[in-house]
């Protein structure tokens, strides 16, 4: 069983349309993130829900909008995708907002905006 | 401001040498450390994680890391390096208060066989 599970893994799509990729954790954490690898691997966190309400939201562009409709769904829909969107976007989750117990990872979506 | 930095950007080892990738932090108040791991293509898998207790910590694969709070380091070690370990290597460090992990810059081992 995928503890962690991201879909597609990976999205190729035009400037300007706008997609969603969703993320499912069977863990039963109450806290969820997203995180954007670059090109260059460097890891940076753009939102957490815990438990449906939002935490953390970092400077993200508002093209940027995380739904979660329960405790164990957090999905992210991008309006409008620019070229500098393209990058690995990773679903994580918690057992709670202090990290306890660690963080477990999806597999990533390679998004790829063309 | 907290932040994670990490020295070596890209190491390159023989297969049996050791391994000490280096970890630096810096965080007011009780931070959580932690090395993760990734393949290539891959996603990242947790090596081992810091909270509390003994700083020598143990993990799997053979790796450990030490936290030094004098130093505010948390250095990552093998002892003996196998060509399968080449991959992207991350430290984090997370507050226990908001839960928000900040990753380090990442180091790129490739073992030679």
């Known amino acids: 069983d995928t503890a962690v599970s991201q879909t597609p893994k990976y999205l190729v799509t035009q400037m300007g349309n706008d997609k969603s990729i969703k993320c499912e954790q069977n863990?039963?954490?109450?806290?969820m993130y997203w995180y954007k690898q670059d090109s260059k691997k460097f890891l940076k966190i753009m939102f957490s829900y815990n438990n449906k309400e939002l935490i953390i939201n970092e400077t993200v562009p508002n093209r940027f909008s995380p739904k979660s409709p329960d405790k164990a769904h957090l999905n992210l829909h991008i309006n409008s995708l620019e070229l500098g969107d393209s990058a690995v976007y990773f679903c994580?989750?918690?057992?709670?907002?202090?990290?306890?117990?660690?963080?477990?990872f999806g597999s990533g979506t390679r998004l790829t905006v063309v | 401001a907290q932040s994670v930095s990490q020295h070596n950007h890209h190491v390159i080892l023989s297969e049996a040498a050791s391994l000490e990738l280096g970890c630096n932090y810096s965080?007011?108040?009780?931070?959580?450390l932690f090395w993760y791991v990734q393949y290539p293509g891959q996603h990242l898998q947790l090596l081992l994680k810091?909270?509390?207790?003994?700083?020598l910590v143990k993990g799997i694969k053979g790796f450990e890391a030490e936290f030094i709070k004098s130093k505010f380091s948390f250095n990552l070690r093998k002892p003996s390096v196998q060509w399968s370990d080449t991959a992207e290597y991350f430290c984090?460090?997370?507050?226990?208060?908001?839960?928000?992990?900040?990753f380090g810059q990442g180091t790129t081992l490739q073992v030679k066989p």
């Open positions: 863990l039963g954490h109450d806290t």
């Open positions: 810091y909270f509390s207790g003994d700083p």
């Open positions: 965080y007011g108040g009780t931070v959580n």
């Open positions: 994580a989750s918690s057992q709670d907002t202090g990290g306890s117990g660690g963080y477990t």
């Open positions: 984090a460090g997370g507050s226990s208060n908001t839960g928000k992990l900040i």
